[in-house]
């Protein structure tokens, strides 16, 4: 008997996330159920094929739970001792509502508050994406913070028009123009430092444990999500961000120790920065080496031990490789390839 593609991925989250499918398929309250949690079942769901599992019960369900976070920028009225959903949670939580969405799965309206938006805490007075200043120097940590306020404008314009209008918010290519001064004309990466000094030393430090190359193309791929789901291209400075993201690419068979977002972060950047979408075939190549290394990851290591966080991104990173490949099937997945971006806005 043949087993469906996405059978492991169902038998994964059944065994090792059961609250966090019931909350989707059964709409099923979770009180102890990490936000993330919640978002990362939406997308993997998405990514196998599956979305068809949700029904309107559990699109509620999803979004009755993320309201029980004070979602950054104030956009609900939450209680006031409930957790904060910081920058890149609550665009991954909005480009979960998005997806649930597209499939014409219904939510009670309003979706946001109707006063209280506090936007001003997420950009500045020339609409420029805000981040705390102390990190500065670490690009792929306050990528967060500058693509994920830009997605997040771009879920509210999408989701709640009318409120992004009345509430005052920024344009999505305002936001992008502005964010454009925090990119390196040389390098086509995020230049928020203002020490040269201590960026050297920042990266010493980092390659300890990590490849900074690849930290900061992982960096710039946040705003440039929201540049590539506008279509706002090219991207400033492209052509050495493309041979920045090809080098990077050639850590294998994953970019760390194993497949999750950084993979995708690369592969998409490679795809959407190239110079046409005709790719050379090397880089063809290492798309369809990632597609068969981690669909083997996958078989044996699809585990308790492999964090569900991982998934989407492990996926995605499959997905993004058949767009550069210009399959008409993802054949691990045995589906037409996602290009999760355009859906979402964030991942």
Not at 219 to 229: F, R
Request: aromatic share 8%.
């Amino acid at each position: 008997m043949t087993v469906a593609p996405h059978r492991r991925f169902l038998d994964y989250l059944e065994e090792h996330h059961h609250s966090a499918l019931e909350l989707l398929v059964k709409g099923r309250p979770a009180p102890n159920l990490a936000l993330q949690d919640a978002c990362d079942v939406v997308y993997t769901l998405e990514l196998i094929g599956q979305t068809g599992l949700i029904g309107p019960d559990g699109a509620q369900a999803f979004w009755d739970h993320a309201r029980r976070w004070r979602l950054a920028g104030g956009l609900n009225a939450a209680a006031p001792d409930a957790p904060s959903a910081n920058v890149h949670l609550t665009a991954y939580a909005l480009g979960a509502l998005r997806l649930l969405l597209s499939h014409d799965l219904l939510v009670a309206r309003p979706l946001f508050a109707v006063d209280g938006w506090k936007i001003s805490d997420l950009l500045d007075a020339d609409a420029r994406p805000k981040w705390p200043k102390k990190w500065s120097h670490h690009s792929w940590r306050v990528s967060h913070w500058i693509g994920g306020s830009a997605s997040i404008v771009l879920s509210l314009w999408a989701l709640d028009p009318a409120g992004a209008e009345r509430r005052g918010v920024p344009a999505v290519d305002s936001v992008l123009k502005a964010a454009d001064s925090l990119i390196d004309p040389r390098t086509g990466l995020l230049k928020c430092y203002k020490s040269d000094l201590v960026q050297k030393g920042f990266r010493a430090l980092y390659r300890l444990r990590h490849d900074p190359d690849a930290g900061d193309v992982g960096g710039i791929v946040h705003l440039h999500w929201v540049n590539y789901a506008t279509g706002r291209l090219p991207y400033k400075a492209a052509a050495p961000l493309f041979e920045r993201s090809v080098a990077v690419s050639h850590n294998q068979p994953f970019i760390e120790a194993a497949p999750y977002c950084l993979d995708f972060d690369i592969v998409q950047i490679i795809r959407t920065s190239a110079d046409g979408p005709d790719l050379p075939d090397q880089q063809k190549a290492r798309a369809a080496a990632f597609i068969d290394d981690i669909a083997r990851f996958f078989e044996t290591h699809l585990n308790g031990g492999y964090a569900l966080h991982k998934l989407p991104g492990a996926l995605a990173t499959q997905h993004e490789a058949a767009l550069i490949l210009g399959q008409a099937e993802l054949a691990p997945l045995g589906i037409a390839p996602i290009d999760i971006i355009k859906r979402a806005g964030w991942i």
